[in-house]
């Protein structure tokens, strides 16, 4: 079964890359005429046999040179993408395979056309410029309509090296990535801080966003996800002192102390002037309760606020 979705794979990979390449022909529009090329004799390389450390991109069209340059280093950023895909393939379809039923060719060629997308983003194809390519442009006038076009090919440096290097780069990304989410896994039962929570939640998303849907590694993401809105939603509040001009409370989750640096929302029925100060974990309130007479039952409303959840309690103000 492997060996046969290894053949269909390929199938699709030679496919695609044959799509990339345009056709070397290339037949003039009719009322078009050559009237400029830079440099102005053809290279040799332009129509001689091509080189392997090279890669080769002809007769890229475009309205303008600079889109008709756009065009052609699509191709070359697309090219230098899929040779690298090539190479993690194997990886990408242990991948896919887990997450579909059976042999689905369209599911395996989606999410190999998905995996290139993502190859093209890495930071060492960001280096993939046109200023490190050999250019040549014809530019194509009709005069009798005014209309022109462009016509531009490429040839950029490519090497074996280059192609491992890009590999490197794609598995220490895709490690780096591994390795955060088995950080922020593993965090879970250490942290305890508001702020960090939040800020893991917010990283982990931030991860989500760079993977694909169809990655498997999106549902262990929402899991952890999950795992710290537990926490924030389990946060009881304890009373550690309670007297007519003083309280103290702490946060906490499975006996594990939770702070944070926000002040919390206070409100009470009789007391004011709050004043709050945090020590060692614990929230401490002064306030003035002159108003308050023990016959009405006084107390004061604690709400914290922890990622999307907001622990609360009302305590009554004990005067003996």
Request: charged share 30%; aromatic share 10%.
């Amino acid at each position: 079964m492997q060996v046969e979705i290894h053949e269909i794979m390929k199938k699709i990979l030679i496919i695609a890359m044959a799509l990339l390449i345009p056709f070397c022909a290339f037949a003039q529009k009719k009322g078009f005429k050559l009237v400029e090329s830079n440099p102005t004799e053809k290279p040799k390389w332009v129509t001689e046999k091509e080189r392997i450390d090279y890669i080769y991109v002809k007769n890229q069209e475009g309205s303008t040179l600079a889109d008709a340059k756009g065009a052609a280093m699509k191709v070359i950023v697309d090219d230098i993408s899929m040779s690298v895909a090539v190479n993690v393939e194997g990886e990408i379809i242990d991948k896919a395979m887990t997450t579909i039923d059976g042999d689905n060719m369209s599911f395996q060629e989606e999410y190999i056309n998905r995996t290139v997308t993502r190859i093209a983003k890495l930071p060492a194809i960001q280096g993939v410029t046109i200023q490190k390519a050999d250019v040549y442009y014809e530019r194509y006038y009709n005069k009798k309509s005014g209309e022109e076009y462009y016509l531009v090919s490429l040839r950029y440096p490519y090497s074996e090296f280059d192609r491992r290097d890009l590999i490197e780069a794609y598995n220490a990304q895709e490690k780096a990535i591994n390795d955060d989410i088995k950080k922020y896994n593993d965090e879970v039962e250490t942290v305890t801080s508001i702020e960090d929570i939040s800020k893991n939640i917010t990283y982990l998303n931030g991860i989500k966003k760079e993977l694909e849907d169809t990655d498997t590694r999106i549902h262990k993401i929402n899991s952890i996800i999950n795992l710290y809105n537990d926490i924030c939603k389990s946060i009881i509040i304890e009373v550690v002192e309670n007297n007519p001009e003083h309280m103290a409370v702490r946060m906490v989750y499975k006996n594990r102390t939770i702070t944070t640096s926000q002040k919390p929302s206070i409100s009470s029925s009789c007391a004011k002037d709050f004043d709050v100060r945090y020590e060692k974990g614990i929230c401490h309130i002064n306030f003035d309760s002159y108003d308050c007479y023990e016959q009405d039952e006084p107390t004061i409303k604690i709400v914290f606020k922890a990622c999307s959840s907001k622990p609360s309690k009302q305590i009554r103000i004990k005067f003996r």
